[in-house]
């Protein structure tokens, strides 16, 4: 599955080996040295059909003859590690922001919840 699709908004659809189209989440598009990469889940609908383990797919995001955007298959193993790596990273980093700000507002309601103090 490749080389055909790109994004209708926030989804798109890639045609398989056997002519049947697939409708997938676009996650995130990255940027891994210079060359920037789609990652893809599976569209609700098509999730226990394609892929049961949940898991999402990378794409790198090339250009065809027309100058038009297309996702390619990535082929060789240490190119996907590199950008599984940075994605699990940014995840993690915005994983953490949002535990970060999650104690902060507890912090602020527990804050609001004493009340003024009296003199």
Same mark, same amino acid.
């Given at each position: &599955?490749?080389? $055909?699709?790109? &994004? %209708?908004?926030?989804?798109?659809?890639?045609?398989?080996? %056997?002519? /049947?189209?697939?409708?997938?989440?676009? !996650?995130?598009?990255?940027?891994? +040295?210079? /060359?920037?990469?789609? @990652?893809?889940?599976?569209?609700?609908?098509?999730?226990? $059909?394609?892929?049961?383990?949940?898991?999402?797919?990378?794409?790198? @995001?090339?250009? *065809? *003859?027309?100058?038009? +955007?297309?996702?390619?298959? @990535?082929?060789? %193993?240490? $190119?996907?590690?590199? !950008?599984?790596?940075?994605? *699990?990273?940014?995840?993690?980093? $915005?994983?953490?922001? %949002?535990?970060?700000?999650?104690?902060?507002?507890?912090?602020?309601?527990?804050?609001?919840?004493?009340?003024?103090?009296?003199?």
């Amino acid at each position: &599955m490749a080389d $055909e699709a790109w &994004m %209708d908004e926030d989804h798109v659809i890639l045609t398989d080996e %056997d002519g /049947k189209e697939h409708t997938f989440e676009v !996650v995130d598009v990255i940027e891994v +040295q210079n /060359k920037e990469y789609a @990652i893809l889940a599976p569209a609700e609908e098509e999730e226990e $059909e394609l892929d049961p383990s949940g898991e999402a797919m990378i794409f790198r @995001i090339d250009h *065809d *003859d027309e100058g038009e +955007q297309v996702l390619v298959e @990535i082929e060789d %193993d240490e $190119e996907w590690e590199r !950008v599984a790596a940075e994605y *699990d990273r940014l995840v993690e980093e $915005e994983d953490e922001g %949002d535990e970060e700000l999650e104690e902060e507002e507890d912090e602020e309601a527990d804050e609001g919840e004493e009340g003024p103090e009296e003199e």
